[in-house]
């Protein structure tokens, strides 16, 4: 059965840490990973990760992927209260339709 | 801005009321939609995939006379909750990508807060 598995399920750290939240995953026919931020509505892309141990990174965001171990981190620097969210791991399986399988996600609580 | 727009936001109606909800990719054309249903403090459970001009194919454990999702044109794709049941009250959220078989991510629409009275 294809799972997607988050860690931690929540985190409050103080504006200015760094935090890493991780994914891994066990999914047949692996297309894409990706990661969404989710407030109080649907979620917000952030990264698609497709190759191994090429960094994406977006300002105070960055995420990896290793498709040998099977998981992704996603790094958030210099926090900030509007970094409080749900951190959602997604993997996408290729095929017909090219569903996505979500983790149970991260909550973030960023504390000025 | 938006790629994905979702109507309505939210519908408080009475059990047994049918409840349309639309989903709508606003300057692309998407063969395929997804629909999605969340539950407080969970994760996003796909419930089916909408096709252009075909059935939409469910979920296991998801009942098709229930759920029932229309995906007339290449823009706008239509989920009914049938009859609708306080168990059915949740939060429904619909996305779509660009093409088919590329790179490019799934986009969400705002979500759609269904509470039956």
């Known amino acids: 059965e294809d799972k997607v598995v988050q860690s931690p399920l929540s985190l409050v750290v103080h504006e200015g840490d760094t935090v890493t939240l991780n994914c891994s995953y066990e999914?047949?026919?692996?297309?894409?990973l990706l990661w969404y931020k989710q407030e109080k509505k649907a979620p917000t892309f952030l990264f698609m990760l497709?190759?191994?141990?090429i960094e994406k990174k977006s300002g105070r965001l960055s995420s990896i992927l290793d498709k040998k171990e099977l998981f992704s981190i996603l790094n958030i620097t210099a926090t900030q209260t509007g970094d409080s969210a749900v951190y959602l791991c997604?993997?996408?399986?290729?095929?017909?339709?090219?569903?996505?399988?979500f983790g149970t996600g991260t909550l973030l609580a960023v504390q000025p | 801005g938006a790629v994905v727009s979702q109507h309505p936001s939210w519908v408080i109606c009475k059990s047994g009321t049918s409840v349309k909800i639309e989903c709508r990719s606003l300057?692309?054309?998407?063969?395929?939609m997804f629909w999605y249903r969340q539950f407080p403090k969970q994760s996003l459970m796909l419930m089916a995939t909408?096709?252009?001009?075909?059935?939409?194919?469910?979920e296991q454990g998801v009942e098709k006379d229930k759920f029932l999702i229309n995906h007339a044109s290449l823009t706008l794709s239509t989920l009914t909750v049938t009859s609708a049941h306080p168990e059915d009250s949740s939060f429904y959220i619909c996305?779509?990508?660009?093409?088919?078989?590329?790179?490019?991510?799934?986009?969400f629409g705002d979500g759609t807060r269904l509470s039956i009275l």
């Open positions: 996305s779509a990508r660009r093409q088919t078989y590329s790179n490019q991510p799934q986009h």
């Open positions: 999914v047949t026919n692996f297309r894409s």
């Open positions: 497709t190759s191994s141990g």
């Open positions: 997604a993997v996408e399986r290729g095929g017909a339709t090219n569903k996505l399988i």
């Open positions: 300057d692309f054309q998407a063969t395929t």
């Open positions: 909408s096709n252009e001009g075909s059935k939409a194919t469910y």
